[in-house]
């Protein structure tokens, strides 16, 4: 079962607006975390935010929020003033709690890539 | 560059042949993962390490593949006799233990691998 959802291959925002992109998931362990990563075309994944399932506000990491409903299943990034380095590929990824000791992975949805107009 | 290295960047390999890729994680790190990121996907977990121990691995992770991290530092990643269904970008992660988010992982600049 797909655990974690990101319904836009593709966006286009102009420069210096804010943008959305939605990620929807899916996971019965009420215990979780939510990531962002940003991947420019060199390939490296950057970390962006995250967002723990108990946190009581959303988090916010400079232009970087995150707008967790968690009701709804869903943890949006919102981008504000956008700028031409922001155009790259989003990744959205959630870790389940561990169990035996071990520590989650991270499970990715398919990306978002974003583009920037000048 | 106090970053995860990876090492090479790019492999380029004839089909049924063995190639080997290196991560160098973060050095206080004592979590080490692989993942793989195929055309159009998101990375796809295949293994993880706490220190020496693999203590995760895929169903990905078919038996030509192998992971070691001997001494808790550097791994390795192993394909025997590769196939062109295993070209794709192989990244590597690391996380401290405990951590802000518990489970912030470093990624690598990956090594993609093309099979001819």
């Known amino acids: 079962a797909q655990k974690i959802t990101q319904t836009q291959p593709g966006m286009f925002v102009q420069e210096k607006e804010a943008v959305t992109l939605d990620c929807t998931y899916d996971?019965?362990?009420?215990?979780?975390?939510l990531f962002w990563y940003k991947q420019p075309s060199s390939g490296e994944m950057i970390f962006l935010i995250y967002?723990?399932?108990?946190?009581?506000q959303n988090a916010t990491e400079g232009r970087y929020s995150l707008n967790f409903q968690k009701a709804r299943k869903s943890a949006n990034l919102v981008i504000s003033a956008s700028q031409l380095g922001d155009s790259a590929m989003y990744f959205c990824?959630?870790?389940?709690?561990?169990?035996?000791?071990?520590?989650?992975?991270?499970?990715f949805g398919k990306g978002t890539k974003l583009s920037v107009k000048p | 560059d106090t970053g995860v290295s990876q090492d090479p960047r790019h492999k380029i390999t004839k089909r049924g042949q063995n190639v080997t890729f290196r991560c160098d994680p973060i050095?206080?790190?004592?979590?080490l993962y692989w993942y793989r990121q195929t055309l159009g996907q998101g990375p796809e977990f295949l293994t993880y390490?706490?220190?020496?121990?693999?203590?995760?691995k895929s169903r990905l992770l078919s038996d030509r593949f192998s992971a070691e991290r001997p001494k808790g530092s550097f791994s390795t990643l192993e394909i025997q006799r590769t196939e062109q269904g295993d070209s794709a970008m192989y990244l590597c992660?690391?996380?401290?233990?405990?951590?802000?988010?518990?489970?912030?992982?470093?990624f690598g600049p990956g090594t993609r691998l093309t099979v001819l």
């Open positions: 996971t019965s362990d009420p215990s979780y975390g």
């Open positions: 990824a959630m870790r389940e709690a561990s169990y035996g000791g071990s520590q989650g992975n991270l499970i």
């Open positions: 050095s206080e790190h004592n979590r």
């Open positions: 967002q723990g399932s108990y946190d009581q």
């Open positions: 390490f706490q220190n020496e121990a693999q203590l995760e």
């Open positions: 992660a690391s996380s401290p233990r405990g951590g802000r988010t518990n489970n912030e992982q470093f």
